[in-house]
């Protein structure tokens, strides 16, 4: 025994120690370069940088020095230098700017952020603060009570994330459940609620992360990553639509997309062959229900192989596309990332020969399993890999396609997903994969669009609003899916992503006649308005439920129409200050706790003009909701007073939406198609004694607008006097408007 025990505690020595996280530990030393404070800590580094009143980055390393290479997320810009002081006192360090102060605890190090009043704002959780363990980073966050969390973007569940953890790693989910995590697509950005005060934390990290928002503890809520910087943007509100306005500075925002994209929009996996695709369009004509788009999805290609056609099916597509751009009909083909490993493909041996692919570490390309069975996988972290695809996209764009849509992004591949050592040009898989549907949409985005580019993507990063439109993936035919497909585009919204929709009728499933008018009257006030449906399923096409159906379809759609003018402007407000079309209540109104409320979260404002609340429920026919204070327009009736619930009928043939008084909404006579006729009239609804609005207009699809081909003109109304005065006047004016009360 006494021989042993050497020989133990020799073993004990030798074993290696049991995972720990290391805390950050004290500040040793602090030094202002600019507009950053370097800080050196007893177990890591921060770097502090202002980069405007109200945003403030922190940006944590345990390593010898920060990351090199850029952000996927930010745009690249230069920040005009914000003054701010400094007082680097024994015990801590602050940093003041005209809205906030930075409090640097230095023993140990702790973060702290107040108002410019003093209120505190965010603190480190007082005995953690940031801690590392080998790769991974966390910083852990003090929780008050009443404390509320939004954003994540596509998250299930209510907007408010209190209560729950949430990673990001993009994510192919068929059919998910209404609490499944993670979806599609990463947006590691959030605002946090305190007495009506907003901030925002944005983490900039394209590894896995995770946002734990007080899941399983009463103290505390942490973010973190799997490895990377731990670099976070701090953005002071207090109003959360500067908050999103700050964010969509750093991430970019929507820019204009051509007008026909705020038309409905029809797909199905898949019509073929191109006799099916016009039989749909003929479709749509016949029975005069307005339509602007016709997706192709994957049954288009040769065996999948993208950028083929299949010619028995679509022996020429070039007049087909023109012909049905002739009956106002624009045509968006699917188009997947994986390049079929097949020696006598084009696509795939250009590939190989540029070597745009990902590779395995000892340099063969990778391949993984997709539709097309094996296949390669474009590097678009790679630049020359971006122009490559990007001239690939350009042979789609010639034969006349006027949008992409980018499905299975995430990427998916079969049996699960790409192993963590395939390389790309900026890492490995476990740093490339959240980024890899934002890069492919970046590079769907750099071919030669002629016109204004329509893009859909199924997954994404933050900052895919600069490129793409986002829809929620595969949901389901039910009324929980309903809900969600009420709930989660606002939280995209939230988090700076506002062309966004779900699959009107629920992708997989049969619904119920009613059941799929409710979708339409939803979608018909959601940015992005596409039916879809999966393979094997019952035809979903507004006429195939029926006719009583049809009929309550076409009115839902043409009330979209006859909305465009004012969309129109919501989109354009969207794109210049990135502030969502789709608004949660509170966003609309933060000093009403009412508007935080759950039940509140199934409605929405579309605008600042529009308050939705649809019916989310196949058997119900009346919708309880919550009107702010102040006098609202029933637009199927007369005034009602707000501050209150209420309780509507709202038979199948109805749609809640309420006006809100002092504002006025722009609508133009219903149309088949964008552009198949032109602006005759522009009717100005009016509600109240004195109202305002805007109308904003241009050409619809060319990038001119770009340059102040555009004309903004401010409405005001009183007592049914208007008048009119041209902001900008870079188009002509469309059609005359007339008031109406
Ligand atoms: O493995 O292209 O979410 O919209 O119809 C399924 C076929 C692949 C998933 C998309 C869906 C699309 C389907 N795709």
New binding site residues.
């Given amino acids: 025994m006494r021989r042993l025990l050497p020989l133990l505690l020799l073993l004990l020595a030798t074993r290696p120690a049991a995972a720990a996280f290391t805390f950050a530990g004290d500040v040793t030393a602090c030094a202002r370069d600019g507009q950053t404070v370097h800080l050196t800590l007893a177990n890591a580094r921060l770097d502090v940088q202002v980069l405007a009143a109200n945003l403030v980055r922190f940006r944590y390393t345990q390593r010898d020095r920060f990351d090199d290479g850029a952000s996927y997320a930010v745009v690249p810009q230069t920040w005009a230098a914000e003054p701010f002081q400094i007082n680097d006192a024994p015990d801590a360090c602050d940093l003041t700017t005209r809205n906030l102060r930075v409090h640097i605890a230095k023993h140990p190090c702790r973060v702290a952020i107040y108002d410019a009043a003093g209120r505190l704002l965010d603190e480190d959780e007082p005995a953690f603060g940031v801690a590392f363990d080998r790769g991974e980073t966390r910083c852990f966050k003090r929780q008050l009570a009443g404390d509320r969390f939004y954003g994540l973007g596509e998250k299930t569940g209510g907007l408010d994330r209190n209560g729950r953890e949430y990673v990001m790693w993009n994510s192919?989910t068929?059919a998910y459940g209404p609490d499944h995590d993670p979806l599609y697509v990463s947006i590691p950005f959030f605002m946090g609620v305190r007495e009506g005060r907003a901030h925002g934390i944005f983490l900039d990290n394209p590894w896995r992360t995770t946002f734990n928002m007080g899941a399983g503890n009463d103290r505390l809520t942490w973010f973190g990553a799997a490895d990377g910087d731990l670099d976070y943007y701090f953005i002071a509100g207090p109003d959360p639509k500067r908050i999103l306005s700050t964010y969509t500075q750093l991430t970019g925002r929507m820019q204009m997309p051509p007008l026909w994209a705020l038309g409905y929009q029809q797909?199905?996996?898949?019509y073929y062959p191109e006799a099916r695709v016009r039989e749909i369009a003929q479709g749509f004509r016949s029975r005069k229900i307005p339509c602007d788009a016709l997706y192709l999805?994957?049954d288009y290609m040769d065996g999948y192989r993208v950028f083929t056609w299949d010619r028995a099916r679509f022996p020429d597509p070039r007049r087909l596309i023109g012909n049905l751009d002739a009956q106002g009909f624009k045509v968006i083909p699917?188009v997947?990332p994986g390049v079929k490993a097949d020696p006598n493909y084009a696509v795939a041996r250009e590939g190989l020969a540029r070597k745009a692919f990902a590779t395995w570490p000892d340099g063969t390309p990778y391949r993984g399993e997709?539709?097309p069975s094996w296949a390669y996988f474009p590097d678009f972290t790679s630049p020359d890999a971006r122009k490559w695809w990007a001239a690939n996209v350009d042979t789609l764009l010639d034969v006349g396609v006027k949008g992409i849509?980018n499905?299975?992004n995430e990427p998916?591949v079969w049996g699960k997903t790409v192993p963590d050592v395939v390389r790309f040009a900026d890492g490995d898989h476990r740093k490339i994969h959240n980024v890899f549907a934002l890069g492919m949409a970046r590079a769907t985005h750099e071919a030669a669009w002629k016109e204004r580019p329509f893009i859909l993507t199924?997954a994404g990063f933050a900052g895919v609003q600069r490129y793409a439109a986002v829809?929620t993936?595969?949901n389901v035919s039910n009324e929980a899916h309903l809900r969600m497909a009420c709930t989660m585009p606002q939280s995209m919204g939230l988090s700076g992503l506002p062309f966004v929709g779900s699959?009107v009728g629920g992708?997989d499933g049969s619904p119920s006649p009613a059941l799929y008018v409710r979708w339409m009257q939803l979608g018909a006030f959601t940015p992005f308005f596409r039916g879809?449906?999966?393979?094997g399923t019952p035809s979903k096409e507004p006429w195939a439920l029926g006719e009583d159906a049809e009929a309550l379809c076409r009115q839902a759609i043409e009330m979209r129409y006859r909305l465009l003018p004012y969309l129109y402007t919501v989109f354009r407000e969207a794109a210049e200050t990135g502030v969502p079309i789709m608004r949660p209540m509170f966003l609309e109104f933060p000093n009403d706790p009412a508007c935080y409320e759950r039940d509140a979260q199934t409605q929405f404002m579309l605008g600042d003009a529009l308050l939705v609340a649809p019916v989310l429920s196949e058997h119900e026919r009346a919708r309880r909701l919550y009107l702010p204070a102040g006098r609202w327009l029933d637009l199927d009736g007369g005034a009602v007073k707000g501050g209150r619930w209420i309780t509507v009928d709202a038979p199948l043939d109805r749609i809640p939406v309420f006006q809100r008084e002092g504002t006025v909404v722009p609508t133009r006579d219903v149309q088949q198609y964008v552009g198949e006729k032109p602006t005759r009239e522009i009717a100005l609804h009016a509600f109240g004694d004195r109202a305002r609005g805007v109308i904003y207009d241009d050409d619809g699809s060319s990038f001119a607008y770009r340059n102040g081909a555009y004309r903004l003109t401010e409405v005001t109304v009183e007592r049914g006097t208007m008048r009119l005065r041209v902001l900008h006047d870079g188009y002509p004016q469309q059609g005359r408007y007339r008031v109406k009360q």
């Fill in positions: 192919d068929p797909c199905r996996w898949s999805d994957i699917i997947d997709v539709w849509w499905d299975m998916a199924r829809w993936g595969d699959d992708f879809h449906s999966m393979k």
